[in-house]
């Protein structure tokens, strides 16, 4: 509320002749709408107890005739109440088309890098929240003014091209390839390995010394190799772009593994030749790091002169750098990538990157067994199947809704709601609880809870398009709780943006929908008398906004209906 921070600056310059950033919190209402600890924080400079700063301050601060109540707490707390029409008439004076956004960043390059998954198997869960978390972030830094770049790397590089031509022609066949496309490319992918793991315990070679024959081929420029890559690769990608279309998400770059991988021979070379990388005696390359703290060095090249994934991960931060110059780089990757991602950053420290590169990792989806205990998520086949879980969330969602009509653009905004929320319910680094029944649940913490909510106030305000328009001689006193709620949202973006934790604003969601729904059960809107109703409609329609805009950075959003 900056009308408050302004005031109590201006007070605390005229009594004591100085400048001090003010900050305010929300104590429990018991106490106040809101809280300051200034008197604390003069109590050094001006050489006075915090308790007598605040009594001059509150006394001041009294007599303005803002606030309702002004009272000194503990130590040197001082405690505002203030009246509803201040901080709707504050609202009305501050709002804008881009309510809550702010330019922190201006000026600043941010590369966002998700979803990444894999081209040898099908999209599974293991990147849903790669997925949904960059995603969020990339719109946390677009509100807050960053220039975002997003990219998607992709696992396209190294072995899954010979096996999948090696079990193709051994283990497929043209029709199963036609009508299964990825899912039969995954299946042969797993099959083969399994194989090759079996032969390697006869101690056979066959299949391997093929699967090597087809990458050498490949690399030759053979016409048959280069066809089956292509064709292979095609269907993969068309594959992970169905999906995430289906997820609602997108990135502007897709440079993946391998098209860094040839860029990593050089990357090396001049590791050498910089002496940041020393080489083995089998040829292999590594970089030390026993002067950053790591007592395991990081191997960058194979001793066959193999590129390895911190080879294509060196070379991607070298080209970043010479073609972005971004000023952070976010790798949105599960947290099993920990401690190989400080090994990359203290090698790029190294080698004099002062980008901040920052590692944003989560934790493991889990589910509930029948018998209560808690596992990583998986099916009877293996890992879940990403277009597999929408599918059963749109039929969940459908359940949900139940006879209603709802079309089937609403019912996947639904279904998408629950899934991507159940990512934000928690910090993102603990491990998630998928539960069907949970997700879905429009009395809890959930996505259709906040988007039912939304859907509520919009219909709200579309069965009254009369008149929403503030008033002068209205108290506001009803929607009070509602007013501080979206006064405090530019302060939740900007912590949300700040920690890198977009589960703020989920909850912040919920606790708004909550006070709304609170609001209702005491409050009429569309029968009340005209000048009550055009002030409350027009409280109600920065509620829908804020609605919108901040499950939006969730990347859910509001059905029409539901
Ligand atoms: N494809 C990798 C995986 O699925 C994630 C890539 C993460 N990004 C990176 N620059 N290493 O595990």
Redesign the pocket.
Known sequence: MKYITEHIQSVALELFGVEQDISLTRPDVQFGDFSTNVAMQLAKPLGKSPRDIASELVSKLQESGLYEEVTVAGPGFINLRVLASHIASDLESNWSESYGQNTDGAGKTVVV?YP???MAKPYSV??LR?GNQGWAVKNLMEATGWNVMTDD???DYGAPFGVWVTGFLKFSSEEALMRDGVYELGRVYIETKKALSEEKERGETELADHVQQWLIKLESGDEEAKAYSERFNTISLEHIHKVMKRLKISTEYELG?AFFAPKGKDAVQKLLETGVATQNEDGSIIVPLDDMGFDVPLLVQKSNGAAL?AT??LA?ILYREENWHPDRVI?C??SE?QF??TQLFAMAKKLGITTDLYHLWFGFIDQLNEDGTREKMSSRKGVVLMEELLDQAEAKAREVVGERDISADDISKIALGAVKFSDFAADRRTNILFDWDSIFALTGFSGPYIQYAAVRVNKILSDNPEAASGSPDYDYEAEKAILLKIGEYPDVIRLSTRDLEPHKIATYLYELARDLNRYYETTRVSDAEPREKAARLAVLSKVSFVFTHGLGILGIEVPSRM
Request: proline share 10%; no cysteine; net charge negative.
């Open positions: 890098e990444s998954p894999n293991g990147h790669p790397h992709l696992g593994e994934y294509t991960d991607t790798y990757v599960g990538q190989y991602f």
